[in-house]
């Protein structure tokens, strides 16, 4: 065991589910939850993973604390491997990192008072005396802003902001290194989330623990993580401490999240960004850059003059077109209903023109060359040419963001982040390390 390693480490860790078919269960692909993940937690730190649902951020907690086997990957706690302890280990480590879980109500059992719940551990871990497990409970009770008369009241006794508290005292009471928090506050009321996060602060300064928090909720984060990582379908993209990446966010993905936090300050006010298209699934995670599929700022292809707007519409169209279709006689039909008339009496021109409405595309790109690609694409689709159109646009428009993977690198403004934008503006980046 070294001193000077983290607490926690993770090392490329990756999860991923098979999926099956038929009663031979053959393997026909796989969830890829998380896909090959890297940071560090020290002691008496907080780092927080945040992203939206389905990233992969549960996966990951459960995944690090050896709650499931990883796929791949390595989480060295203390600078140990934890896939190589032995079970004497194991229960050492069962006992130094602790997880809170985000629903407090469902977390407790209605039958035990929560002085024999948050001794429950202790019992487990082999204390027999029963009047130091409850001197042990009362006090914690009381640091986490309980009377230590309550040890012998039951759970429904107690608001969800309390039974978070006694989650808290729980988490405790083996005298952890690590905490991982999973969502612990958003099943609470906003009035008493600062509560607890507040508390969490302080328990973490005074215990020197180390603490993972989990959260979709990006102002949580800020609440009190030292640093973070914003994760997208199973990959961190941006990676940083809290200050910078909040007031300088590298990555279009963080942008977008933070833009869409509701903000007091009039004058800091931005525009939100909405980010368009669905959330891939992580079974068929897109090419390049995961996010390129919903990114505002994704780049244009080599040779033709979009504005980012109409190009982000017509990148659009191009995701559609490859991962479901556009279908001209559905088209052909609404417009029909639409304007009361027969399908074999709406014009083409009128099915391009509603593909363009519909993907929110201009009546005439500023390009003229882009413009004439696009023209003879919808032409394709109006005719029923789907696949022609989606080659057509495939190649004509083809970006970096769907052909090459951007690599998680130390940006100009110092923590990391995984874009083409900052890729190409920078020709000197060096690889990040955990610790960053
Ligand atoms: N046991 C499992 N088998 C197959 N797929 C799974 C399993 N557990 C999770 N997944 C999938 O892995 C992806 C990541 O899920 P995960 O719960 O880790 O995300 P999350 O960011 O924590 O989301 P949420 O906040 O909604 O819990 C999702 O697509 C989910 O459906």
């Known amino acids: 065991m070294s001193s000077d390693a983290p607490l926690l480490e993770v090392r490329n860790l990756k999860k991923h589910y098979p999926i099956t078919k038929g009663i031979m269960k053959r393997e026909v692909g796989s969830v890829r939850a998380v896909d090959g993940i ?3 937690v020290e002691r008496g730190e907080t780092v927080g993973l945040v992203g939206e ?8 907690a459960t995944s690090l604390l050896r709650l499931e086997d990883p796929t791949d990957g390595e989480v060295l706690f203390e600078g ?14 069962r006992r130094e990192a602790q997880m809170i879980f985000q629903d407090p109500t469902s977390s407790f059992d209605p039958r035990m008072s929560i002085g024999e719940s948050v001794a429950e551990p202790l019992t487990v871990h082999g204390m027999r005396d029963r009047e130091r497990r409850r001197r042990i409970v009362k006090d914690l ?17 107690f608001s969800g902001g309390q039974k978070q508290r006694i989650g808290l005292a729980r988490a405790l009471v083996l005298n952890p290194k690590l905490i991982v928090a999973d969502e612990p506050v958003s099943a609470l009321d906003v009035s008493i989330q600062a509560e607890i996060l507040s508390l969490m602060k302080e328990i973490q300064d005074e215990f020197g623990l180390g603490m993972l928090l989990i959260s979709h909720d990006l102002s949580v984060v800020r609440e009190i ?3 973070v990582a914003v994760m997208y379908l199973g990959e961190i993209v941006e990676f940083g401490r809290t200050e910078d990446l909040y007031e300088d966010p590298q990555h279009p993905y963080t942008r977008a999240l933070l833009s869409s936090i509701p903000q007091p300050d009039p004058t800091k006010r ?38 980012q707007e109409a190009w982000r519409s017509v990148m659009d169209l191009r995701v559609r077109l490859r991962r479901g279709g556009v279908d001209a006689d559905a088209v052909r039909e609404f417009v029909a209903s639409e304007t009361s008339q027969s399908p ?3 014009s083409e021109d009128r099915i391009k023109a509603e593909i363009r409405r519909e993907f929110d ?15 003879d694409a919808l032409e394709l689709l109006a005719n029923g040419d789907q696949s022609e159109a989606r080659d057509l646009l495939g190649d004509e428009f083809e970006t970096v963001c769907e052909t090459a993977t951007p690599e998680l690198r130390r940006t100009p403004v110092g923590h990391s982040a995984s874009c083409h934008l900052i890729e190409t503006s920078e020709d000197t980046l060096t690889a990040p390390s955990t610790n960053d």
């Open 361 to 375: 595309i201009p009546e005439q790109l500023a390009d003229a060359s882009a413009e004439s690609v696009l023209s």
């Open 38 to 40: 890297s940071f560090a």
């Open 141 to 157: 009770l009381e640091r986490v802003g309980l009377s230590a008369d309550d040890i012998d009241r039951y759970p429904h006794e």
């Open 53 to 60: 649902s389905g990233c992969g951020k549960s996966t990951a």
């Open 225 to 227: 993580c030292d640093r």
């Open 270 to 307: 931005g525009n939100a960004v909405e980010l368009t298209g669905d959330v891939p699934s992580p079974s068929n995670p897109p090419s390049g850059c995961r996010f390129h599929t919903r990114c505002p700022e994704v780049i244009p292809p080599e040779g033709y003059d979009f504005e």
């Open 344 to 346: 074999e009496a709406v």
């Open 80 to 93: 140990r491997d934890i896939t190589e302890y032995n079970d004497k280990e194991l229960k050492r480590f």
